[in-house]
């Protein structure tokens, strides 16, 4: 690109220069001159926008006086407005439409987003660990289970940070926050971790249900995924229950 329309492009696509509409304007003249010397190739490889509106340039569909057009790479994104940031902060409107407190649901969010980062250990260790007859089916349940939970967390802080609100920062407020036990697999034998599973399965379907009762009908944002969670915690139930049949009817079987 000729020095010409290097200088006048960095010069209209500047901070100052956008705060500067008049300016812009002169500029755009200099680079629209400038690209005249270019070849027709490399001319062409710029997107025309209308230079009416600096702050969103939007793309013509007519014929536009070079005058008043500048070019931007494809693709290209101009700089938000930071006053329009300031006046709309994440979530205002998303916090808006919730028919019910906010920070209560922020707080029951949070209670189950400790409750899946513990689910989540639970199950990952416990694959670790186990031991016993099936130890290697059981063993990918878990870690299936595991990666399942931790997605689980991933939906919870996104939907606690749109309503404005914060995921809990401090893992030792998981133990205090969460209304499911964290059963450490101390004893690792395969069916003590299905029934230690299992009851944590339990526990967090009567949490999702908590979790859509209040939000029925007001925040249905977080009904939905609130729903999305439940069936698979209820899917993670019934894995685990038929796991712990199978054992149980292999040492029935054994026993005869």
Known sequence: MPEEASAALAAALSKDAFERPSEVAIWSEALAAA???????????????????????????????????????????????????????????????????????????????????????????????????????????????????????????GRIIQLGGTPLLDPHEWFDKSPCAYDAPKDAYVSVLLDENIAGEQCAIDTYKKLMDATKDKDMVTYNMALTILEQEVEHEEDLQSLKEDLDLLFSRGSK
Do not use: C
């Open 35 to 157: 690209l005249e010397t270019m070849p027709d190739g490399l001319a062409s490889g710029w997107k025309l926008f209308d230079q009416s509106a600096p702050r969103r340039a939007r793309p013509v569909s007519r014929p536009v006086n070079r005058a008043y057009a500048y070019r931007l790479p494809v693709g290209a994104a101009r700089m938000p407005d930071p006053a329009r940031i300031e006046e709309e902060p994440m979530g205002t409107r998303g916090r808006e439409i919730v028919g019910i407190d906010v920070d209560k649901v922020i707080e029951m969010l949070n209670a189950a987003y400790a409750s899946e980062w513990l689910a989540y250990y639970q199950y990952w260790l416990g694959a670790k660990l186990i031991k016993g007859p099936m130890k290697d089916a059981v063993a990918a349940e878990l870690t299936l289970h595991a990666t399942e939970e931790l997605n689980h967390a991933v939906m919870l802080a």
